[in-house]
């Protein structure tokens, strides 16, 4: 296990030796997976990507310097994938299959890099966008995000002396490990770490994925994070995300096609893979239509992760979809991944243990829960609901309408024709959990 000094390596901070992105691989999985499918199926559709702070009050051009922000994202478009990263993408096993990646897919990526972004100010906030190939912009989200994030943590952080920081890991620590000894307590736990996109940090996110590896064994069966997947010999977890529904959405002529674009991505995608990456996200344009006009062959595959509603709201209404045609949920799974914290981790494992298999993404609250834990005023630790999305394709703008429509994105003209298509049964506007 690696010992880092989390509060010596702060206050001595060295920008070369701890850059915020180290690699290509720190992404995660359903990155890769995804680019693979947007790589044989859209190598020519364009896509647009921007970063959205949900939080508006965090004034992030105030917080961080502009010199740095530029200068982290023209060190991520510096790298590439190196030799022994694409060796072991090759010869790995992900979810029990063998050459998961195309010897010629990998070929392409070995001289992929990350494409030019615009970034320019306003009212207090960063508009940065990355257009180009979606082939490309695809792999700036996860960078992106993680950027952002610890540059905040670190203005939050720059001047504290070391002592202070001391005392800030170690009540973190000690937070995190009480957390671990609550999970101890659920015997068939199954839990990965999802936290790359608003981490604290890098290295914050190495120790807390060494964390729950100690703490929990086998319950903890990896992380979303390929790079640590690599480093500390853990499975490489993850799906598909929004981003793939929304661009199909944005490319779809006419009402019907619009209608039929979450399942047209459904069957590019179980072209290429199967199994346990057989896992539906429905909320794109709102779980209740998803589940309302999917086809019977949806309810064959693995599970659902659901992602804007209640875990326990969520998970009830798919369990009763697949009884209404013939499934026995017990041979199901739900994935709960949405602002998960112990508490309701706590709370959704004891009300569907037993009657479906479960699986917890922990997202924010692992990677990036300071809160209560610094000797001093640091508004800038508390996290906050930040998030790049795909604003458009070829030209013609992407909408999320989310089961919360806190969380929708995109043009007003575009969010009221997709909710007439789709409807609006089942939205309910909820504050936005990071």
């Not at 001093?376 to 030209?395: E, R, W």
Request: hydrophobic content about 45%; proline content about 5%; charged content about 25%.
């Amino acid at each position: 296990m690696l010992r880092t000094d989390l509060a010596t390596r702060v206050h001595d901070h060295n920008w070369r030796l701890d850059p915020i992105i180290r690699s290509l691989l720190d992404t995660d999985f359903y990155k890769l997976l995804m680019l693979q499918l947007i790589w044989r199926r859209y190598p020519d559709v364009q896509a647009t990507f921007e970063l959205i702070n949900r939080h508006r009050a965090v004034r992030l051009a105030d917080d961080i310097p502009e010199a740095e922000l530029r200068a982290q994202l023209d060190h991520a478009r510096s790298l590439r994938f190196t030799r022994r990263e694409l060796i072991w993408l090759a010869g790995n096993t992900f979810y029990g299959r063998q050459q998961m990646f195309a010897p010629d897919f990998l070929a392409w990526l070995a001289d992929a890099q990350l494409p030019e972004y615009e970034l320019s100010k306003q009212d207090g906030q960063y508009l940065l966008r990355f257009p180009g190939p979606w082939m490309l912009t695809t792999l700036w989200e996860i960078p992106a995000l993680a950027i952002v994030n610890e540059l905040r943590s670190r203005a939050a952080l720059q001047g504290r002396d070391r002592f202070a920081l001391d005392v800030l890991y170690a009540r973190a620590k000690a937070k995190l490990w009480g957390k671990v000894e609550r999970l101890q307590a659920l015997p068939d736990l199954v839990l990965s770490d999802f936290g790359t996109r608003r981490r604290h940090s890098f290295l914050w996110q190495r120790w807390c994925v060494e964390a729950l590896k100690e703490g929990l064994g086998a319950r903890f069966i990896g992380t979303s994070n390929v790079l640590l997947a690599m480093e500390s010999d853990l499975e490489a977890i993850g799906t598909n995300a929004h981003e793939l529904p929304m661009v199909l959405a944005a490319l779809a002529d006419g009402d019907d096609a619009l209608r039929a674009a979450p399942y047209r991505v459904l069957e590019d995608w179980r072209e290429l893979y199967s199994g346990n990456l057989l896992v539906v996200l429905p909320d794109a344009f709102g779980t209740a239509a998803f589940l309302r006009d999917a086809p019977d062959w949806v309810a064959d595959w693995t599970g659902f992760r659901p992602d804007s509603l209640p875990p326990v709201e969520a998970g009830e209404q798919v369990i009763r979809w697949w009884r209404e045609r013939g499934r026995d949920p017990a041979n199901k799974l739900l994935i709960f991944s949405d602002g998960m914290d112990v508490d309701s981790i706590e709370k959704t494992y004891a009300h569907f243990h037993g009657r479906v298999r479960m699986s917890f993404g922990w997202g924010t609250n692992l990677t990036n829960d300071f809160r209560d834990c610094a000797p001093f005023a640091a508004d800038g630790l508390d996290p906050i609901s930040l998030v790049c999305k795909v604003t458009a394709a070829d030209g013609r703008p992407a909408v999320k309408l989310s089961d919360n429509p806190a969380k929708a994105t995109g043009d007003k003209d575009e969010i009221a024709r997709y909710l007439r298509v789709f409807g609006e049964a089942g939205r309910e506007t909820t504050p936005v959990v990071v």
